[in-house]
């Protein structure tokens, strides 16, 4: 779940209307800061910090007692002012990288120093830095930059690159290694979005397109396993539609031997989905390891599912996901799959 943590994190940006990052290389974006293992909640120390340029927030006058405190790195300081900010480099970029920033900024001081400030030179080895041959009369600039005149991540993956090599650092925002909060490790609960933990996360989205699907498409569906097969794949379309990690027959498959076992049909078909997402999200462990730390959680996913069950009514997002699946023609091909009944029978 971690590359929705980030998306999610980026999507909210958005629709308050801050921008933080182009849409057109989210995905590149995300793939770089995973690869990285920046730590979200640091990022979003150092994005506030940023936004605010240093002025204290509401929360900063009220903390809680035992709570932990995230706060800016070091470098944030630098940039706290936008006068320092380079406008070639978004700001998703100076949160999740401003020791990079600094290293950078030093180097172009240096260079200029020791080469009489001869400026011609200094953007051709600058460009090297970012894996650009500039004398390179093939590449176009939107291939370099985007639409917003931002420096694309494909480039700033050889900065940063550059950086470690040269410094041999840790990256001032990524996650320690050894931390219990590391989410990188499929263990960090996640906090920052509402949920308790990964597993409360699944078992809590799932029950919600469950229910929303009985509630008003439960006659489309020939058997239980379909339905339960239809909930997980909503849940997971990132990794099925986007993605494309899951197959949904994999899904299937988990909701027909859940249904078969003929005991807590939804709490085992989550426990089994919730094992195939951490598998993508934790390519590290092992599936027993995973399989282990599911089974252990059974009883937090259980009061999940039966909490949910008890409040949920409907939600603008989960019933928007569920009517456009049960009723886009995109999606078609899927349903057929499923086994789901067309809305007029005719059509059948």
Not at 80 to 99: H, Q, T, V
Not at 238 to 249: A, E, K, R
Not at 285 to 310: L, R, S, W
Request: hydrophobic residues 40%; contains cysteine.
């Amino acid at each position: 779940m971690i590359r929705k943590l980030w998306k999610d994190l980026f999507n909210s940006s958005e629709e308050e209307g801050l921008s933080i990052a182009s849409k057109e290389d989210g995905e590149q974006i995300i793939n770089m800061l995973i690869a990285d293992k920046i730590d979200p909640q640091v990022f979003l120390s150092n994005l506030t910090a940023l936004l605010r340029e240093g002025a204290p927030s509401f929360n900063d006058f009220w903390k809680v007692k035992g709570e932990k405190i995230y706060q800016p790195t070091a470098s944030v300081d630098y940039f706290i002012r936008r006068i320092y900010r380079a406008r070639a480099f978004s700001l998703w970029f100076y949160a999740a990288y401003p020791d990079v920033m600094v290293w950078f900024h030093e180097w172009q001081k240096e260079y200029g120093r020791a080469h009489d400030y001869d400026e011609e030179a200094e953007v051709i080895e600058a460009a090297k830095l970012f894996g650009i041959n500039i004398e390179d009369e093939t590449i176009e600039e939107d291939q370099i930059m985007n639409s917003e005149g931002k420096h694309r991540p494909k480039y700033l993956k050889n900065l940063v690159k550059h950086y470690k090599d040269t410094t041999d650092k840790k990256l001032e925002v990524s996650v320690d290694e050894n931390s219990e909060n590391n989410i990188y490790l499929g263990a960090e609960f996640l906090n920052m979005i509402g949920t308790e933990s990964n597993f409360t996360l699944i078992a809590e989205n799932t029950t919600k397109y469950y229910l929303e699907l009985t509630k008003n498409y439960k006659n489309r569906f020939n058997n239980e396993a379909s339905l339960l097969a239809t909930a997980g794949i909503l849940d997971a379309q990132f990794y099925v539609f986007v993605d494309q990690t899951i197959n949904p027959s994999e899904i299937i498959d988990i909701a027909k031997k859940a249904v078969s076992s003929k005991k807590e049909a939804l709490v085992d078909f989550i426990i089994k989905l919730e094992v195939k997402l951490l598998k993508i999200d934790t390519p590290n462990m092992g599936i027993p390891e995973i399989e282990n730390a599911c089974i252990e959680q059974k009883d937090t996913i259980v009061e999940t599912i039966q909490k949910t069950k008890e409040k949920y009514n409907s939600e603008p997002r989960v019933a928007s996901d569920v009517k456009s699946f049960m009723s886009s023609a995109k999606f078609k091909t899927y349903r057929k799959m499923l086994g789901v009944k067309n809305k007029f029978l005719f059509f059948n």
